[in-house]
C-alpha cells in the first residue's frame, strides 16, 4: 500500500519523466542503503554486536518492511515511466505518420461518434500527453 504523502508528491511531479527518473534513482539508492544496514544487521558484524536478539530481529523485520515498500514505491514509478514512454510513442507515430488533416478529421469524428463522457476522457487524456515533460 502506497503512502499518502508519496501519492501527493507523484501527483505534484505529474508527467515529468525527468523527475521520476530521479525519484526512482533516489528510492534505489534507498534500498541500497537499507540492503547494506539489512547485511550488517543479519550477519552479527562487529557495529550491531550490542544489540540484543530481539532488537536485532526487530531491526530486520523492520528493514525487510521497508524494502518491501520501496519496491512497490519503485513499481509504481516504473508503471508510469512506462506509461510516458507507451505516451510519447502515440503522439510520435500521430505526428509523423499522418498528415494534419487527419488527425482533425479524426477528432470531428470522435466528436460525433463518441458518447460526450468517453470523448471528454479522451480529451483529457490527449491534454495530459501534450503535458508531458522529457
Known amino acids: 500500500m502506497l503512502s499518502e504523502v508519496f501519492v501527493n508528491k ?6 515529468d519523466k525527468q523527475s521520476l527518473v530521479t525519484l526512482m534513482s533516489e528510492i534505489d539508492e534507498n534500498k541500497r542503503q537499507v540492503s547494506a544496514r539489512l547485511t550488517a544487521v543479519s550477519s552479527g558484524r562487529k557495529e ?8 536485532r530481529r526487530s531491526q530486520i523485520k523492520m528493514m525487510q518492511d521497508k524494502m518491501i515498500y520501496l519496491a512497490e514505491e519503485r513499481e509504481y514509478i516504473r508503471s508510469k ?4 514512454n507507451s ?5 510520435n507515430r500521430a505526428v509523423n505518420g499522418r498528415n494534419g488533416k487527419f488527425c482533425h478529421a ?10 460526450e463522457e468517453v470523448f471528454l476522457e479522451l480529451e483529457s ?6 503535458s508531458i515533460k522529457v
Open 87 to 91: 505516451d510519447l510513442r502515440a503522439l
Open 125 to 130: 487524456r490527449a491534454a495530459s500527453i501534450l
Open 81 to 84: 515511466i512506462a506509461e510516458i
Open 106 to 115: 479524426f477528432v470531428a469524428a470522435a466528436e460525433r461518434l463518441l458518447d
Open 48 to 55: 550491531v554486536t550490542e544489540m540484543t536478539t530481539q532488537e
Open 10 to 15: 507523484i501527483s505534484e511531479i505529474g508527467n
